[in-house]
């Protein structure tokens, strides 16, 4: 069964102060990790997807790495714009559908 | 482009009564799918489909029924309402149906009580 455990649960920075953020999964031919973020009374928007170990994206203050085993997100530098849950999500090969596995989610407070 | 949307965005129901979540997309995507998300659990899946006239089961499909005569619209029935089923519903679609991973877009929400 594919599991994706997220850390920590809850963090919080004073802005500019750089982190990041753990993804570790565990999944049987993963075929792409996705990183969401979703904020209060919204439906998780997509950031990046990752498709094999060794992987980099990097979108403005954000950078999204993976390894064989877990992912990381990157905040450098963050404002309080950046507060939001960060969502990990993986897709494997479960015999031809969508099926995503999604963690629970780390929620970020950025305080000015 | 609206994307997916969900309506209603809040409801309430008391135990036993019924009630459908609409949900629409925008981008002619075949893949279209139900989430919830409760507290301290990720998002699990209740039915998808891969296109019209084709629905399958999730992770968590008891008591919710789905349909899929268009490919725009996919509604989430609620036969008898509990209140496990206490949650937010998240609609997503993709553009795949089956293969290559490609990112989901999800709704608003619709949050739903039942006492």
């Known amino acids: 069964e594919d599991q994706v455990t997220q850390s920590p649960e809850a963090l919080r920075l004073q802005e500019g102060e750089s982190s990041s953020l753990n993804c570790s999964y565990t999944?049987?031919?993963?075929?792409?990790l996705f990183w969401y973020r979703q904020d209060p009374g919204k439906g998780p928007e997509f950031l990046f997807t990752?498709?094999?170990a060794g992987e980099e994206k990097e979108k403005e203050r954000l950078k999204a790495t993976l390894t064989k085993k877990e992912s990381f997100l990157h905040i450098t530098a963050p404002k309080p714009e950046d507060s939001a849950t960060y969502l990990c999500a993986v897709i494997g090969n479960s015999g031809g559908y969508q099926k995503v596995t999604f963690g629970i989610g780390t929620k970020l407070q950025v305080i000015p | 482009n609206a994307g997916v949307t969900q309506t209603p965005k809040f409801q309430v129901l008391k135990t036993g009564q019924s009630m459908t979540l609409q949900c629409a997309q925008d981008?002619?995507?075949?893949?279209m799918s139900w989430y919830r998300q409760d507290p301290g659990m990720g998002l699990r899946l209740i039915h998808y489909s891969v296109g019209a006239g084709i629905t399958d089961q999730g992770e968590v499909p008891n008591g919710y029924n789905v349909s899929r005569s268009t490919t725009e619209d996919f509604p989430l029935r609620l036969l008898s309402a509990a209140p496990s089923q206490t949650s937010v519903y998240f609609c997503?679609?993709?553009?795949?149906?089956?293969?290559?991973?490609?990112?989901?877009?999800f709704g608003n929400g619709t949050r739903l009580t039942v006492t």
């Open positions: 990752l498709y094999s």
């Open positions: 997503a679609s993709t553009k795949d149906r089956t293969g290559g991973p490609s990112p989901l877009h």
């Open positions: 999944v049987s031919g993963l075929r792409g």
């Open positions: 981008m002619n995507h075949e893949y």
